[in-house]
């Protein structure tokens, strides 16, 4: 008879179906921006409303405000003062310091040179950075995008004036989504932290494939439902934002 032929063995595993069940969420964008200027001003310049494409980092308005610009010519003319000062600081303790090695001034005297030498530097700097502070506000009255993705809102008019408080532009990025599911809270044990979903879009007759981010562990008390998040790339480029 032929030779015995070897056989290997494993134990027997019992597999099933892993159980699903459908929720309704609400689809929205994973990234958007709710944009405010930094600093106040009156709109100078509108360059982007509802609708419009913008790239990351591209301008969407201007602002101004002539009292910072007033402000900083002032500035500027006291640094430019202060300036003068220290170099006649400067080159009065250089001659104090040839005299006081000759015995011709107290020591007094150089101890209120450098003094006086020490005062314009303090001064000279203080000036320079208030100078460099409202520059840098002046520079932030230029509004751009954090990202890129499309205005949803826009709260401007021009000559509006805008305080720092108030949102002013609503930007979404639509390359991926974020699906906010409502599960009823007895189901939250069974719920796993990770792994793929179907998601259905009947208004768009979508069906895109998802994956649970996390179940947030907090059961609304008005509802009973916890909240299962799902990430869901766009790759379609629907305007799914908004819809269930």
Request: glycine share 6%; charged share 20%; proline share 6%.
């Amino acid at each position: 008879p032929p030779p015995a032929t070897p056989v290997v063995t494993a134990k027997v595993q019992a597999v099933r179906d892993a159980p699903t069940s459908e929720f309704t969420g609400l689809i929205q964008p994973a990234t958007k921006v709710l944009l405010s200027a930094e600093v106040a001003g009156r709109v100078q310049r509108l360059l982007k409303r509802p609708g419009d494409a913008v790239a990351k980092d591209e301008i969407v308005a201007e602002l101004e405000n002539a009292t910072l610009g007033d402000d900083l010519t002032v500035l500027q003319a006291h640094l430019h003062e202060t300036e003068a000062q220290l170099r006649l600081a400067e080159a009065q303790q250089e001659r104090n310091a040839q005299l006081f090695a000759k015995h011709l001034i107290s020591d007094q005297q150089f101890q209120d040179g450098r003094l006086t030498l020490a005062v314009a530097q303090a001064r000279l700097e203080s000036d320079r950075a208030q100078v460099a502070r409202l520059r840098d506000q002046l520079k932030r009255m230029v509004i751009r995008s954090p990202i890129q993705g499309q205005v949803i809102t826009s709260n401007l008019e021009l000559g509006q004036w805008i305080t720092p408080t108030q949102t002013i532009y609503e930007i979404f990025n639509y390359d991926e989504y974020e699906v906010l599911v409502g599960v009823p809270g007895r189901l939250l044990p069974t719920v796993p932290e990770s792994g793929p979903v179907s998601v259905e879009v009947p208004e768009v007759s979508a069906r895109l494939s998802g994956r649970v981010l996390a179940a947030v562990r907090h059961v609304d008390s008005n509802t009973g439902n916890f909240t299962l998040r799902v990430s869901v790339a766009n790759r379609g480029g629907l305007p799914l934002s908004g819809m269930l």
